[in-house]
T-cell receptor, first 118, second 117 residues
Framework: DAGVIQSPRHEVTEMGQEVTLRCKPISGHNSLFWYRQTMMRGLELLIYFNNNVPIDDSGMPEDRFSAKMPNASFSTLKIQPSEPRDSAVYFC????????????????FGPGTRLTVL | AQSVTQLGSHVSVSEGALVLLRCNYSSSVPPYLFWYVQYPNQGLQLLLKYTSAATLVKGINGFEAEFKKSETSFHLTKPSAHMSDAAEYFCAVSGGRSGGSNYKLTFGKGTLLTVNP
């Protein structure tokens, strides 16, 4: 099993540019999570998908952030336009649960994308 | 709502010494509790989880944690530290079986463990 795959691993961009982060969850998993990790705020849940449908996007900072999951094997997190305060490590995680809402299900994290916005 | 407090952002131990990483939680419903480990430049990996069965939970790499409801604690221990244990450790809480937004994991700020030879 390849685990959760994220790309790119590192992204350096300039303020105002569009950034797209990609995630391939573990095959068979039906829940997908995007997290952001910063020194100041720690790990924060940005958005949660269940069966490709966004269930909770209350953690998305503002309209500059958007996430999609067009199919069970792919998700994107887009920032447009990017700002220096978006610099962080972004993690994707996936899990499988019969109900999709059982948090005893282990979340498997990808290696993260380190984003630097200059 | 849930919250997690990890006491000590940095813990340093000698190789072979006891590891104790502290976690206190706040939850309005019976919680599920987790410990994750993050090695440098990697994602988080589950060490162990408490889901209202046995209060003493054993995880990978010799770690264990005990759920103490009266103390609202879920401290992580390992009898003998190894150099390979050096990493950052995160405690997390979810809403257990309460339904609603129980899918949300709330993480502590993390504790960086260093192991000295």
């Amino acid at each position: 099993d390849a685990g959760v795959i994220q790309s790119p691993r590192h992204e350096v961009t300039e303020m105002g540019q569009e950034v797209t982060l990609r995630c391939k969850p573990i095959s068979g998993h039906n829940s997908l999570f995007w997290y952001r990790q910063t020194m100041m705020r720690g790990l924060e849940l940005l958005i949660y998908f269940n069966n490709n449908v966004p269930i909770d996007d209350s953690g998305m900072p503002e309209d500059r952030f958007s996430a999609k999951m067009p199919n069970a094997s792919f998700s994107t997190l887009k920032i447009q336009p990017s700002e220096p305060r978006d610099s962080a490590v972004y993690f994707c995680a996936s899990s499988f649960g019969a109900s999709g809402r059982n948090l005893a299900d282990t979340q498997y994290f990808g290696p993260g994308t380190r984003l630097t916005v200059l | 709502a849930q919250s997690v407090t990890q006491l000590g952002s940095h813990v340093s131990v000698s190789e072979g010494a006891l590891v104790l990483l502290r976690c206190n939680y706040s939850s309005s419903v019976p919680p599920y509790l987790f410990w994750y480990v993050q090695y440098p430049n990697q994602g988080l990996q589950l060490l162990l989880k408490y889901t209202s069965a046995a209060t003493l939970v054993k995880g990978i790499n010799g770690f264990e944690a005990e759920f103490k409801k009266s103390e609202t604690s879920f401290h992580l221990t390992k009898p003998s530290a190894h150099m390979s244990d050096a990493a950052e450790y995160f405690c997390a809480v979810s809403g257990g079986r309460s339904g609603g937004s129980n899918y949300k994991l709330t993480f502590g700020k993390g504790t960086l463990l260093t192991v000295n030879p």
